[in-house]
């Protein structure tokens, strides 16, 4: 993996870290998880989104660091092996979907997404592109995660606000 400027001029971390405090407020992230909330209902999947301004300093692959904080968030911790992490790293610019092994989805489909993603951040749609990439992710969900019984104790197994690493 090459380190670009930005990374080695301490760039990455320092509007990372910007992005986070300006765009990311509570507002924001409540936005997020009511659109997480509701789009729960309609499937088994779990979605967590996390936020990460900068790669810490024992990880510099993003994709790594992703599977790390699948883990580490225990999204791989339910009883339908249905979570799915949409984790981003601001100051690098990188995102990520990682889907647990009970969810039938074609990657293409989440790199689609990330693509997508992608744009809207670099166009400063913060707010509308997370929410079209949790809407996006929402969709693909709803066709491969098995539909659930709503009385079920076991829906909803993960927090639905997004999470600030």
Same mark, same amino acid.
């Given at each position: 993996?090459?380190?670009?400027?930005?990374?080695?001029?301490?760039?990455?971390?320092?509007?990372?870290?910007?992005?986070?405090?300006?765009?990311?407020?509570?507002?924001?992230?409540?936005?997020?998880?009511?659109?997480?909330?509701?789009?729960?209902?309609?499937?088994?999947?779990?979605?967590?989104?996390?936020?990460?301004?900068?790669?810490?300093?024992?990880?510099?692959?993003?994709?790594?660091?992703?599977?790390?904080?699948?883990?580490?968030?225990?999204?791989?911790?339910?009883?339908?092996?249905?979570?799915?992490?949409?984790?981003?790293?601001?100051?690098?610019?990188?995102?990520?979907?990682?889907?647990? !092994?009970?969810?039938?989805?074609?990657?293409?489909?989440?790199? !689609?997404?990330? !693509?997508?993603?992608?744009?809207?951040?670099?166009?400063?749609?913060?707010?509308?592109?997370?929410?079209?990439?949790?809407?996006?992710?929402?969709?693909?969900?709803?066709?491969?995660?098995?539909?659930?019984?709503?009385?079920?104790?076991?829906?909803?197994?993960?927090?639905?606000?997004?999470?600030?690493?």
């Amino acid at each position: 993996m090459s380190v670009n400027w930005k990374e080695l001029s301490g760039w990455a971390s320092v509007h990372g870290q910007w992005l986070r405090r300006r765009h990311f407020n509570a507002e924001m992230l409540g936005h997020l998880a009511e659109q997480i909330r509701k789009g729960e209902q309609n499937h088994s999947g779990e979605l967590v989104v996390a936020i990460e301004a900068v790669l810490p300093a024992h990880e510099a692959d993003s994709a790594q660091r992703a599977l790390e904080v699948f883990g580490r968030l225990r999204v791989w911790d339910t009883p339908l092996n249905s979570g799915v992490l949409l984790y981003l790293a601001l100051g690098q610019r990188h995102i990520h979907i990682i889907a647990d !092994r009970g969810i039938q989805a074609d990657p293409a489909q989440w790199a !689609r997404i990330c !693509r997508e993603l992608e744009k809207d951040l670099a166009a400063r749609e913060y707010l509308s592109g997370l929410l079209t990439a949790v809407e996006a992710i929402e969709a693909v969900l709803q066709q491969g995660a098995p539909a659930h019984d709503p009385n079920d104790a076991r829906v909803n197994a993960l927090p639905d606000e997004p999470v600030l690493l």
